[in-house]
């Protein structure tokens, strides 16, 4: 097997998440769920995100939708902190 796949249903049983709650991720985006012989699997390299969004959702009361806002929002602050870095660089070569 794949090492780099996690079982959806052990995992939940594991993180007493929902299965549910990996369906609706699954559904918004915010997620891929690769079927290999009728078993769901995660790929570890989402593992970080989904723990993200359950402490968003469990302890937050977040709901997906507000999740994938969230996810969309800090990815832009994302963005303008790197664009701010670029300008301030290119402000440096002008002085």
Not at 43 to 70: C, F, M
Request: glycine fraction near 4%.
């Amino acid at each position: 097997m794949n090492t780099e796949l996690i079982i959806i249903r052990e995992y939940c049983i594991q993180s007493r998440i929902e299965p549910d709650f990996i369906v609706q991720l699954e559904n918004e985006g915010l997620i891929e769920v690769t079927i290999v012989n009728n078993e769901r699997y995660l790929h570890i390299s989402q593992l970080s995100d989904v723990e993200q969004y359950a402490r968003w959702h469990y302890d937050l009361s977040i709901n997906v939708e507000g999740i994938d806002v969230i996810r969309n929002l800090l990815g832009r602050i994302h963005d303008m902190r790197a664009e701010i870095t670029q300008l301030k660089a290119q402000l440096r070569l002008i002085d």
